[in-house]
Nanobody, 121 residues
């Protein structure tokens, strides 16, 4: 099986920075896409940023220029560097990965447990 272990959330003032980390652990054969989603209270979960194994990256318009996603394939880890944080970035952030295990012939979606990011003065 696969587990996504997240860390790095917390409370930060507007204009501040945080870095989220998500490590995929388990019997992993390969990973296609890895990314971050977020869900604010009363809102639907939305894509923040995703990076495909070939290096293609997509960002939500609301975070372009402020957030950076990068990936360490050797460690099966994805990071989200968040700068110039705004109160509207407050949400639970979830890691997502499209993984294939050694025992499976296909890819499946996995989710982390979520990490809270709160931007407030």
């Amino acid at each position: 099986q696969v587990q996504l272990v997240e860390s790095g959330g917390g409370l930060v003032q507007p204009g501040g920075s945080l870095r989220l980390t998500c490590a995929a652990v388990g019997s992993i054969f390969s990973i296609n896409a890895m990314g971050w989603y977020r869900q604010a209270p009363g809102k639907q979960r939305e894509l923040v940023a995703v990076i495909i194994s070939g290096g293609s990256i997509k960002y939500a318009d609301s975070v372009k220029g402020r957030f950076t996603i990068f990936r360490d394939n050797a460690k099966n880890t994805v990071y989200l560097r968040m700068n110039s944080l705004k109160p509207e970035d407050t949400a639970v952030y979830y890691c997502n990965a499209d993984c294939r295990t050694y025992s499976s012939g296909s890819y499946s979606q996995y989710w982390g447990q979520g990490t809270q990011v709160t931007v407030s003065s």
